[in-house]
């Protein structure tokens, strides 16, 4: 998943970039308004979570600019507490917020909850065919028996499954995996479909090779 991080706060957003670049998300940073426009007006997100009292551009004006041109998943970071101020934030078009101060552990399951819900998903876990993937352990189960993933293979995996019966192209795999400060290669995501077509061989999905065209995941009965 790549994960859009609005805080004009340092520690903040170093704090939120560290967590999730450790479970092996993607993330790109942003610290004032107009860099982030710029950024969600060139590239596609999986998740966004945006800060409102920035520099330049504030949070209303980004989550509007988002909304006119995608549903991707927002979460708005704010000190306000006013009802109303939450009221007009979710007209807005934001999925959900956070206030200040918060506790990491409820800001996870708060993206993992709006990305479900996204995906018309109202389960905790993502499954198909006999794969089950558990987004708040990280884990992957076939046939009801953990199968133990690198961080790049579960995270190419939790893409495919979001994107079920979808051709994905490397150019979109890799969107989806890196962040624009690193350094991938086509070569890379043939590398990472292999090793999780091994790990998945005991089960009744496969991912299969278009030519020319990319990869789609798919039950084999």
Known sequence: MRVLIVEDDRLISEALEQRFSKQGHAVDCAYDGDVAYAMVNQTEF?????????????????????????????????????????????????????????DLGELEARCRAIVRRRQGSDQNNLQFGDIEFDPASCKV??????????????????????????????????????????????????????RLRKALAGSDVEIKTLRGLGYVIDKTA
Request: proline content about 4%.
């Open 46 to 102: 999986d998740l966004i979570i945006l800060d409102l009292n920035l520099p330049h551009k504030s949070g209303e004006q980004i989550t509007k600019k988002i909304r006119r041109a995608s549903d991707c998943p927002i979460l708005i970071l704010t000190a306000r507490t006013e009802v109303q101020d939450r009221i007009s934030l979710l007209d807005l078009g934001a999925d959900d917020y956070i206030t200040k101060p918060f």
């Open 141 to 194: 189960f076939v046939k009801g028996h953990e199968v133990i993933l690198k961080q790049r293979e579960l995270r190419l995996l939790e893409i495919f499954l979001g994107h079920t019966n979808r051709v994905m192209s490397k150019e979109e795999l890799i969107d989806h995996l890196y962040g624009f400060d690193d350094t991938p290669n086509l070569n890379a995501i043939e590398t990472y479909v292999g």
